[in-house]
């Protein structure tokens, strides 16, 4: 029993969902079908016992509180009749509202007198005053009698006259006279009005005022009997609606009890699969794929991580801004001469761009001087200059190269020249241009000036002035002049050499340089401490077969063959 609890998985549909899904994992399918069939069946007939068992009692419960509440809402109800046979009372609140409805009409007429008898005080203070005193026209605000209004309305215009008159014509003068009587008489009628309308507006105050205090006294009364019938159909209202209640709820209780079911259904039958669950082949399958997969890009992306080394373009635009002239493939013949008139290999060819990309770097005179440095040894400085200045030769450019990296030379090696007479022998005055100047085998206009002898002190021999008179008659015999100078990252030499160079390339090697060396070659670039400095890449992509499938597919078959 506890082995079929523990394979039995009960889970719902959607998180919104009200189906639940039962699962049960069985080496007998249909053993597996029969449980969970039973087991349905089993809960609802359980359900529904459970369900009448509960309206049974809920129908008892409710029968009792309905007899008990029924005798208590005869007795409140029988304590409300009485009550209002008692004191009169048929709807007290609306005998209220008629007594504060009479009260507020009362008061608004009480407000009007009052406003009226305040302007015949004003009148009153107007006729009052002596005819020389000018005080302005009264407030007639309120008073409705028009016969007052237009006396009063006629003593201000003969006042206005009077005024008019005082300021040009003496106080005796016959005219002003008159309108004084005039004035004095229209007072006298409006003295008269103004007591008889005061005596009636006095009179109606009276009378308004003993009105409100009759029905202040009816108001009064109200509230007390208010407040103890509202307590007795508080009582009457609250057993009233416990007792609908109930009678409510004992309705739904009957209607449920009759037609109680069960509150689940079943969707769909219990049924098996037609394939084993267990175990799952394809989630084998592509567990082992997924991690033949993960491991070695893990693994590849660690390696990526943890080198500090160019390996693509990308990481060299992302730091620096500094211009790339071309780009040159790994080689297997490094700091070796294989440029040939009819070699068409990839690396030749490559070559043969950053030549044509030096018409970009052409300067104002009729001679060029590259300078090749790098930041370290081994970025194939040596092996681009002396093919470069070979493809130059080819095209008939007299062209010379100068293996100034004088504590370490390696072109005379790749081209297997004897340590002869070189650049330290010119610098020292122990040689001619022509003694230090030795023709390369094989090809026409294209000579090397090798390093000569080892000197103790290459940075200070850098630093004579026979070196600028170097330059100069270079300049003057040779189209081409390309120096092969020592790393900047490791000595100084290659800054002594930039003032006479028209422009530099710079070497960076993939899989080699250092990216840290990348920011300082973009601060070299900034502070322009080299003429038109220019990045070339070296040891690009994985050798010539990368660059025959990707950049050279217009080769033919035969072609390829050829250059295999």
Do not use: C, W
Not at 247 to 265: H, N, V, W
Not at 300 to 316: G, H, I, L
């Amino acid at each position: 029993m506890e082995g079929y609890l523990k394979s039995l998985q009960t889970e719902p549909t959607s998180k919104q969902s009200t189906v639940i899904q039962l699962t049960i994992e069985d080496a007998v399918p249909e053993k597996g079908e029969a449980i969970l069939n039973r087991l349905i069946d089993e809960y609802n007939t359980a359900a529904v016992a459970d369900k009448n068992k509960t309206a049974s009692n809920t129908l008892k419960f409710l029968d009792e509180r309905l007899g008990l509440v029924s005798g208590e809402l005869q007795n409140v109800e029988k304590n409300v009749e009485q009550y209002k046979t008692a004191q009169g009372i048929t709807d007290l609140s609306a005998q209220a509202q008629s007594f504060l409805q009479t009260v507020q009409q009362n008061d608004a007429n009480l407000n009007q007198v009052n406003l009226q008898l305040g302007a015949i005080q004003d009148v009153e203070k107007y006729i009052s005053s002596r005819s020389n005193e000018r005080v302005g026209a009264p407030s007639t605000l309120g008073l409705s009698d028009p016969v007052l209004l237009g006396l009063i309305t006629k003593v201000s215009e003969l006042e206005l006259q009077r005024e008019q008159l005082a300021r040009t014509t003496a106080d005796q003068s016959p005219i002003v006279q008159s309108l004084e009587g005039q004035i004095r008489n229209m007072k006298a009628n409006i003295r008269e009005n103004v007591e008889a309308t005061k005596t009636m507006l006095t009179t109606s105050k009276n009378q308004m005022l003993a009105t409100n205090r009759k029905m202040e006294g009816v108001i009064r009364t109200i509230p007390q009997k208010e407040r103890s019938l509202i307590d007795i159909s508080r009582q009457q209202a609250i057993k009233n609606d416990l007792y609908t209640f109930l009678l409510q709820k004992r309705e739904e209780t009957a209607l449920s009890f009759a037609s109680t079911i069960a509150d689940s259904r079943t969707v769909d039958a219990a049924r098996s699969s037609n394939s084993p669950v267990k175990p799952v082949g394809k989630m084998i399958f592509a567990l082992f794929a997924l991690v033949g997969l993960v491991i070695p890009v893990g693994a590849m992306t660690a390696k990526d991580a943890m080198n500090n080394r160019v390996m693509r373009r990308t990481d060299v635009e992302e730091v620096t801004t500094v211009p790339i002239l071309g780009e040159v493939v790994k080689s297997k013949e490094a700091d070796r001469l294989i440029m040939a008139p009819q070699n068409r290999s990839v690396i030749s060819e490559q070559i043969r761009t950053i030549r044509t990309n030096l018409q970009f770097l052409k300067s104002a005179t009729d001679s060029q001087v590259l300078l090749f440095t790098s930041s370290i040894s081994g970025e194939g400085k040596s092996f681009v200059s002396l093919n470069l200045g070979a493809s130059l030769a080819l095209v008939d450019r007299p062209t010379v190269i100068l293996e100034m990296d004088l504590r370490k030379p390696k072109l005379r090696e790749a081209l297997g020249m004897s340590n002869s007479t070189g650049i330290s022998n010119y610098l020292i005055g122990e040689a001619t241009l022509e003694e230090a100047l030795h023709p390369i085998p094989g090809y026409e206009n294209y000579f090397i000036m090798p390093s000569g002898p080892v000197p103790p002190n290459p940075s200070e021999l850098l630093s004579s002035p026979r070196l600028e008179q170097m330059f100069q008659e270079l300049r003057d015999r040779f189209t081409y002049v390309l120096v092969d100078s020592p790393p900047i990252g490791l000595v100084t030499d290659a800054q002594l050499i930039a003032p006479f160079a028209d422009s530099t390339l710079y070497m960076v090697r993939h899989d080699v340089t250092p990216k840290h060396y990348l920011k300082m070659i973009d601060t070299l670039y900034k502070e322009q401490r080299f003429q038109k400095l220019n990045i070339i890449l070296n040891g690009v992509g994985e050798g010539e077969a990368y660059y025959y499938s990707y950049s050279y597919g217009y080769y033919g078959e035969d072609e390829k063959k050829k250059l295999i």
